[in-house]
């Protein structure tokens, strides 16, 4: 079994969250998807990974060029510039809102997609969190739609608007004023719980899988750093819980973050100016010795 | 040391905080904050632990003979000791040159506990000859994440002395090669005329002494007839090689390399020599190497030899003009010159005057083609490049050998699979032309 085909299983962990949220959100917002659209936007990723190494590499560039050529298409025989000859006339797509919601939704699932073949962590990772971004505000759409009773234009657009008041907001005065998902609850929160989770499982396993010498010995230091990061996590998230009490969540976020990073970095250098004293030392030696 | 990956996947999670705190899901709030609080806390932890641990490793080398031949094996014992209060765990690796071949556990991964010592064996083969270090030793850890790398080099040098292999020196053994190849039969030491050994008779002339009338043979044919007595004496002479042993030499592939193919025929060529009877001797010469073995009619300077090369790698740059000056102080007596060099930077040959060549020996030149030294491939297009740029060189090689016959200096471009051939062919026409002055 090679690494890449290792890893899969544990993407799938990783991307839990998010295929949960397709199969949530698909059936409430499916009429105002182009379901066919979505499954050609959801078969290019798999095209992608089931050929051949020299050809999977056009595949997305080929999709986008074609994908503009047909609204490119569509847009000029639309307003009478090219005329609709026999095969071009053929080739266009229905400009309207359903199809911008679909193509944002297909992308999310190719995000979800590529995330369970990505080859590194930090790939899964980044494909889990822009899928997640793309299916929770999915989310909240639909909690709308099915709350208010409205269309999905209507929903999408307060949903769009209230993120946009809160960045408005938070450049502005420094604060928050309006969250899309903050005091909501849905029927699939368990779940979710149950999957993120899962990521975190999967978040450790990836550093596991492969099969170094130094495997067991990294397996037996890892609890230190997931109980120490757990427990201030947990902290901060409780402090993030009351400071969004005054509307001042990405202020307190900010400062621990800030914190963290900076002790990081301090570590880091402290290692690294050990580091480099050592290597003159050595230096030093080796050229005493005639070696350098 | 955080490796990109480490600040690749710190950026990543920061952007999930942000991102989950502007839609405000708390279940994915509090999965972004904890994901990035696990990394940091790896990334603090390792630097603060296992980093700073990492340089309470020392190790020591024990190599039981620092001298061996080429292709014969050299066991290592390495020993790690951890000096510090803590456990620590690391990958190490000793540094090793390309000519050796090694096997066993020069590479691995270790845990010590506080005081620990753990000793691993590997052994190591040399593919050429010359002086080789060994080490420093490296050892490297990572955390647990694998985000993070701390190496540190451990600066525990050794030596270790390869002169050429028994298997190379082939007519070192009689039984293995009969100078028959080379002579062709003909024991060519003596010079005839006066001498202490009878060669023959032939008629006699005026000029002839009348000590060495062959009177027995007086009349054999015709009544009348005289014939006088050819007696022969032993004429040895010796052969210098000069070998070039600058960076001209140091060419090749990991399995063949120009040197060391150079002193294994100038040394198959010294036993050959050495069995009809004539001395050799040795001059290994570039800007930072100059060294003279004198001639003798022993093994002795061949042993010197095989010692000397094991000690050195060529180095330094070489030019053809100093060596015929340091030729013509030290040899002073009747002698074949072989001078050896590929020739292949323009330094080391700068034309001149052909009077700075004149240095009343007889010097004969052997370029060697670099051809057989090259790496070869399947690739048609890497071979046809590859051919085209020697017959480049041979080029130049051949208008060089040109430049030396025009001034009296016998001259001929020879390859690795002809050296010895060619050096053998030059010594027998040296000993025919010997007039032993």
């Not at chain 2, 709030?29 to 603060?48: E, K, M, P």
């Not at chain 2, 210098?240 to 100038?266: C, H, L, P």
């Amino acid at each position: 079994m090679d690494q890449s085909a290792k890893r899969i299983p544990v993407n799938l962990l990783i991307i839990s969250p998010a295929i949960l949220l397709i199969f949530y959100i698909v059936p409430k917002i499916d009429t105002s998807l182009y379901l066919s659209m979505l499954a050609v936007i959801i078969a290019i990723p798999f095209i992608k990974h089931l050929t051949p190494r020299k050809i999977s590499r056009f595949v997305y560039p080929v999709a986008a060029i074609t994908g503009s050529l047909v609204v490119l298409n569509t847009a000029l025989t639309a307003t009478g510039i090219i005329s609709p000859i026999f095969l071009l006339g053929r080739l266009k797509i229905p400009l309207t809102i359903t199809t911008a919601i679909t193509f944002f939704f297909g992308l999310g699932i190719i995000f979800a997609v590529e995330g369970i073949f990505a080859k590194r962590i930090h790939g899964s990772i980044t494909y889990l969190f822009l899928s997640l971004g793309t299916f929770l505000d999915q989310l909240a759409i639909a909690h709308t739609m099915a709350s208010t009773g409205v269309s999905y234009f209507a929903a999408a657009s307060s949903v769009y608007l209230r993120e946009a008041l809160a960045m408005y907001t938070l450049i502005l005065n420094g604060y928050q004023l309006a969250l899309p998902l903050a005091d909501t609850h849905f029927n699939i929160d368990p779940f979710l719980l149950v999957t993120f989770s899962f990521v975190v499982v999967g978040f450790i396993a990836s550093f596991l899988i492969e099969k170094d010498e130094d495997r067991s010995t990294r397996a037996n230091s890892l609890p230190y750093p997931i109980i120490t990061g757990a427990l201030i996590g947990v902290a901060v998230f409780i402090g993030v819980d009351v400071l969004s009490r005054y509307g001042l969540q990405i202020f307190g976020v900010s400062v621990a973050i800030l914190i963290m990073i900076i002790a990081v970095r301090k570590s880091s250098k402290s290692a690294d100016n050990l580091a480099k004293k050592k290597m003159r030392e050595t230096e030093a030696q080796l050229k005493k010795g005639g070696v350098i | 040391m955080i490796r990109k990956s480490g600040y690749l996947l710190l950026a990543i999670l920061s952007y999930g905080i942000f991102e989950s705190i502007l839609l405000g899901y708390p279940y994915y709030i509090a999965l972004a904050v904890i994901l990035f609080f696990v990394v940091s806390s790896d990334i603090i932890l390792f630097n603060r632990g296992p980093a700073l641990d990492l340089y309470n490793v020392d190790t020591e080398r024990i190599i039981p003979g620092k001298s061996s031949r080429k292709f014969q094996a050299v066991d290592i014992e390495i020993v790690f000791r951890n000096k510090g209060k803590k456990r620590v765990y690391f990958h190490y690796f000793d540094t090793l040159s390309d000519v050796f071949k090694s096997s066993g556990e020069y590479e691995g991964f270790l845990s010590l506990e506080p005081g620990d010592e753990v000793k691993k064996h590997y052994s190591i083969e040399s593919i050429a000859i010359g002086k080789y270090k060994i080490g420093p030793v490296k050892v490297y850890t990572q955390d647990p994440m694998k985000l993070c790398l701390v190496e540190y080099t451990i600066p525990r040098i050794d030596e270790v002395s390869v002169a050429p292999a028994i298997a190379d020196i082939h007519t070192q053994r009689s039984e293995r090669l009969s100078n028959f190849v080379f002579y062709m039969g003909v024991h060519y030491s003596r010079k005839v005329g006066q001498g202490y050994d009878f060669y023959g008779v032939r008629q006699y002339t005026e000029s002839d002494d009348f000590r060495y009338v062959a009177w027995n043979r007086y009349g054999a044919i015709n009544g009348e007839d005289l014939y006088i007595k050819q007696m022969e004496e032993e004429k040895p002479i010796d052969v210098i090689f000069a070998m070039d042993y600058s960076w001209n030499v140091n060419q090749g592939t990991a399995e063949k390399r120009m040197y060391d193919r150079i002193v294994n025929v100038v040394i198959n060529a010294s036993y050959a020599i050495l069995k009809n009877h004539d001395g050799v001797g040795f001059m290994v010469d570039s800007s930072v190497h100059d060294h003279f073995i004198a001639p003798t009619k022993s093994e002795e300077s061949v042993k010197n030899l095989e010692k000397l090369v094991s000690e050195i790698r060529p180095d330094g740059t070489f030019n053809i003009l100093p060596l015929m000056e340091k030729i013509k102080k030290r040899i002073k007596k009747n002698a074949l010159i072989f001078l050896i060099s590929p020739f292949s930077y323009p330094e080391s040959f700068n034309g001149g005057n052909p009077k700075d060549y004149k240095i009343g020996k007889r010097v004969f030149i052997f370029l060697v083609d670099p051809r057989g030294f090259t790496e070869s491939k399947e690739d048609p297009v890497y071979e046809k490049l590859l051919t085209s740029a020697s017959l480049v060189e041979r080029g130049y090689l051949n208008n060089v050998a040109k430049f030396f016959q025009s001034i009296g200096l016998k001259s001929s471009v020879a390859r690795e699979n002809d050296l010895l051939m060619r050096l053998m062919s030059e010594y027998r026409y040296g000993k025919m032309t010997n007039e032993g002055y």
